[in-house]
């Protein structure tokens, strides 16, 4: 069992930045990823970016390369997405999930979901 619980969602302006943490409990963390996704009001939940717990090894959407940033504590057990020039179409609930091995950018590898945090970019 694992338990994922996301902060630091908000209200910010286009242009702005925010950042995400995910505080992760109850397993061990070797040789697992974690991953945030997000889902924008009737559209699919889609990959954001993901990093191998260990090794800190990163992959990125498109949509988000060059702006958001994926990175972990160890001693924490949270991963954060740091988040920079926003844009409307960042808009979304974004959830954090975490799953063994390694990267993936699909929703349906990863076991495990936090209850998401909301992410609002003003025009």
């Known amino acids: 069992q694992v338990q994922l619980v996301e902060s630091g969602g908000g209200l910010v302006q286009a242009g702005g930045s925010l950042r995400l943490s995910c505080a992760a409990s109850?397993?061990?963390?070797?040789?697992?990823?974690m991953g945030w996704f997000r889902q924008a009001p009737g559209k699919e939940r889609e990959f954001v970016a993901a990093?191998?717990?260990?090794?800190?090894?990163?992959y990125y959407a498109d949509s988000v390369k060059g702006r958001f940033t994926i990175s972990r504590d160890n001693a924490k057990t949270t991963v954060y997405l740091q988040m920079n020039s926003l844009k409307p179409e960042d808009t979304a609930v974004y959830y954090c999930?975490?799953?063994?091995?390694?990267?993936?950018?699909?929703?349906?590898?990863?076991?495990?979901w936090g209850q998401g945090t909301q992410v609002t970019v003003s025009s």
């Open positions: 999930a975490t799953r063994r091995g390694a990267i993936q950018p699909y929703v349906g590898d990863y076991n495990y």
């Open positions: 109850g397993r061990t963390f070797s040789s697992y990823a």
């Open positions: 990093i191998n717990w260990s090794g800190g090894g990163t």
